[in-house]
């Protein structure tokens, strides 16, 4: 089992930042690679980042890409999601994730989530 616990989030104006933590605990040796969903109410769940544990590898969806940057600490196998130039459409519930990198495909196929951290963005 792996265990995933995110904090950071809050409520802040456009244009301004938040950094989400995420902390991986368990079985975390099957593990290679971490990443954060977000779900705004009546939306579907939609990847926003992710990252090799290598750290040599990250993707962004082209909506974040340039604001939000993913970034590790692998010693305490934490995940952070730095967010900048925040905007209202970026409001939604941010999930942490922990799954296996695919190295042929480049991306992660996620299989653990935790339980959310709500980010709330006013204009």
């Known amino acids: 089992q792996v265990q995933l616990v995110e904090s950071g989030g809050g409520s802040v104006q456009a244009g301004g930042s938040l950094k989400l933590s995420c902390v991986a605990s368990?079985?975390?040796?099957?593990?290679?690679?971490m990443g954060w969903f977000r779900q705004a109410p009546g939306k579907e769940r939609e990847e926003v980042a992710s990252i090799w544990n290598t750290g040599a590898t990250t993707w962004y969806a082209g909506s974040v890409n340039g604001r939000f940057t993913i970034s590790q600490h692998k010693a305490t196998k934490t995940v952070y999601l730095e967010m900048n130039s925040l905007k209202p459409e970026d409001t939604a519930m941010y999930y942490c994730s922990a799954g296996v990198w695919q190295v042929i495909a480049g991306t992660c196929t996620h299989k653990n989530w935790g339980r959310g951290t709500q980010v709330t963005v006013s204009s």
């Open positions: 368990g079985d975390t040796y099957s593990r290679d690679c």
